[in-house]
């Protein structure tokens, strides 16, 4: 790859340049500097550097683009809601593409789809769902953009339910191909790149430039229950939890922080929502749950009888505290020899504000797409810290865990895997299948890599 500036004044570039007014800043702008650290959803410094950034406003801009990088064998990564915990779309060198721009939402509440541009985050498409009596199972920050969060799979709120994983409520995109092509993929078009769009994650070998999304009733009851449980009570609490057939609509979440000594009563805060059709079916829900918890060891710390997705939003933004950030993840089928592993670790966690959640999925039968990993239980930990001295220590915890986590693992879930660390692993989160099959489309769609690809040599 040619780096920019020896042919910043090439004729080419300066065409490029004059075909996006304002929207080129090359390393040698005085804005550059301001571009780079907005990328980042919370503002954190990454030291890659991309020798261009280009917010793109349309289509076009993005077609440009993609067709100057081509042309000057530039590599493009793309940028929409900025929400990658590793903030994967800087990279040396290259075009860093920002599309957040491109907002547009529209509603056909008739058909029950929306039309959305890769901007728009899950907060704004449910407020333009809300007037029609719909819902989508976007991502538990109301902020986090839905476009990496559904092509990377998206574990989204009821989306147990509504899923089993978000992404599978694509049912039709329009890209902009290595070429600077444009077209429509669906189940029965260009079948190859809507199966690569549903999972396909960071690093694709096409832009995105608008979902067409498969929306739902919104539930009439949405309930939330929060239980406090001492540590001692884990084995007791996966049993009671594993060995049932949930309903698909309750959501069940198991937060596990550094425990406060050995009585902390609140060292496991079970978070449990119920989507119904009504509140007795919500609360019936709730109950089904209630009386499997280990009698006397549970204190409830909330019931409340509706909430909405808004509600939701703010709990989840309530918990970020900090600018570092690292996570990493498996799906298990083995949750109760995973939870002894994380109790023996959580007592030495670096990060005061870290946190694992353990999320109940059920049993999921996947449709064939490049989003291909399950298991019954979501394991996934977020660490945040705030003096940058602790990042070796905090690094080095969350690969400890892991790496004692990965023989029970049936999968990890790209946009939460630690792409910092394990980016040489990130065939871990697709089947074998899959993966082949992603990376012989990338070989034929972008034969002279334009777009940026996360690679890794193995599982
Ligand atoms: C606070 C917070 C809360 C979160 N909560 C959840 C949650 O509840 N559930 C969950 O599943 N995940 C969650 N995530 C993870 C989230 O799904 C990922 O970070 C996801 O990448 C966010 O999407 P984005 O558009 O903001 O991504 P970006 O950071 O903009 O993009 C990530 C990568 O995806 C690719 N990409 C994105 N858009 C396009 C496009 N249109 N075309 C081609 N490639 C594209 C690019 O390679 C890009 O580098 C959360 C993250 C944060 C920071």
Redesign the pocket.
């Known amino acids: 790859m040619s780096a920019v500036p020896a042919t910043a004044f090439a004729d080419e570039y300066r065409r490029f340049v004059a075909q996006l007014p304002g929207k080129v800043r090359s390393r040698y702008h005085p804005e550059y500097a301001s571009w780079h650290r907005q990328a980042s959803?919370?503002g954190r410094h990454f030291s890659r550097y991309p020798e261009l950034i280009v917010h793109a406003a349309t289509v076009d801009d993005i077609v440009a683009t993609v067709k100057f990088a081509a042309q000057r064998q530039h590599r493009v990564?793309?940028?929409?809601?900025?929400?990658?915990?590793a903030?994967?779309?800087l990279q040396d060198n290259g075009i860093l593409l920002d599309?957040?721009a491109l907002r547009e939402i529209e509603v056909d509440p008739q058909r029950a789809v929306a039309r959305i541009g890769?901007?728009v985050?899950?907060r704004q498409l449910t407020n333009a769902l809300l007037p029609h009596g719909l819902a989508f199972p976007?991502?538990?920050?109301g902020?986090?953009?839905?476009?990496?969060?559904?092509?990377?799979?998206?574990?989204?709120?009821n989306?147990t339910a509504w899923g089993p994983?978000?992404v599978f409520n694509i049912i039709g995109v329009d890209?902009v191909m290595a070429d600077g092509s444009v077209r429509h993929a669906s189940a029965d078009a260009h079948p190859d790149l809507f199966w690569a769009?549903r999972g396909?994650?960071?690093?694709?070998f096409?832009?995105?430039?608008g979902?067409y999304l498969r929306c739902h009733a919104l539930p009439r009851a949405i309930s939330n229950h929060i239980y406090g449980l001492p540590a001692r009570a884990l084995p007791q609490l996966i049993d009671a939890i594993d060995g049932h057939d949930w309903d698909p609509r309750l959501q069940i979440m198991l937060g596990m922080g550094r425990p406060q000594g050995e009585n902390d009563p609140h060292a496991l805060v079970l978070n449990v929502l119920a989507f119904g059709d009504s509140a007795a079916d919500a609360d019936a829900m709730q109950a089904a749950l209630a009386k499997r918890l280990p009698p006397s060891l549970f204190t409830v710390l909330a019931a409340l009888p509706q909430v909405s997705f808004e509600d939701i939003y703010r709990q989840?933004?309530a918990?970020?505290v900090s600018k570092n950030?690292r996570?990493d993840n498996v799906f298990t089928d083995r949750p109760q020899d995973a939870a002894d592993i994380l109790a023996s670790h959580l007592p030495a966690m670096p990060a005061v504000a870290g946190m694992t959640l353990m999320i109940w999925r059920g049993r999921q039968a996947l449709p064939d797409a490049a989003y291909s990993v399950s298991g019954r239980c979501f394991i996934s930990t977020y660490l945040q810290w705030n003096e940058d001295a602790d990042d070796e220590r905090n690094r080095q915890w969350l690969a400890r865990v892991y790496d004692r986590l990965a023989p029970l693992s049936t999968g990890s879930?790209v946009?939460?895997f630690d792409l910092e660390g394990r980016q040489a692993r990130i065939a871990r989160c697709y089947s074998a299948q899959s993966w082949e099959r992603l990376q012989r489309l990338r070989r034929q769609y972008d034969a002279h890599a334009v777009?940026?690809a996360?690679e890794g040599p193995g599982r």
């Open positions: 959803w919370n990564s793309v940028r929409a809601g900025g929400h990658s915990y903030g994967c779309f599309i957040s890769p901007g985050t899950g976007t991502g538990h920050g902020d986090v953009g839905l476009s990496g969060f559904l092509l990377g799979g998206g574990l989204g709120i989306s994983m978000s890209v769009a396909g994650g960071p690093g694709l096409f832009v995105v430039t979902f989840s933004e918990m970020l950030y996570t879930y946009n939460e777009f940026h996360l």
